[in-house]
């Protein structure tokens, strides 16, 4: 079993920064990408950014290119999300994902974390 916990969520004003970590643990052989995906009221879920491990390749939204970065911490098994120069249509549930290898597992595994709000407003 897996679990990803995020925190780091919370109210900014506009122009603020924000930076936001999911911790995975478990039975975790190894990781093979994590990425922040966000929800804001009335609307899909949408990918922020994605971190593959080993190469440390990133892709981001256009709409955060420039302003947000995410980072990994191999040893800690964490994700980081740096969120910066915050706007109002930031404003939304973050969640963590990732793509996890298990031990003795031949197939990779996609787990979510729980959500943390983050709130952009003055």
């Known amino acids: 079993q897996v679990q990803l916990v995020e925190s780091g969520g919370g109210l900014v004003q506009p122009g603020g920064s924000l930076r936001l970590s999911c911790a995975a643990s478990g039975s975790i052989l190894r990781i093979v990408t994590m990425s922040w995906y966000r929800q804001a009221p009335g609307k899909q879920r949408e990918l922020v950014a994605t971190?593959?491990?080993?190469?440390?390749?990133?892709n981001y939204a256009e709409s955060v290119k420039g302003r947000f970065t995410i980072s990994r911490d191999t040893a800690k098994n964490t994700v980081y999300l740096q969120m910066n120069s915050l706007k109002p249509e930031d404003t939304a549930v973050y969640y963590c994902n990732a793509w996890i290898r298990a031990p003795l597992v031949i197939h990779d595994s996609n787990f979510w974390g729980q959500g943390t709000q983050v709130t952009v407003s003055s």
């Open positions: 971190i593959v491990t080993g190469g440390e390749t990133t």
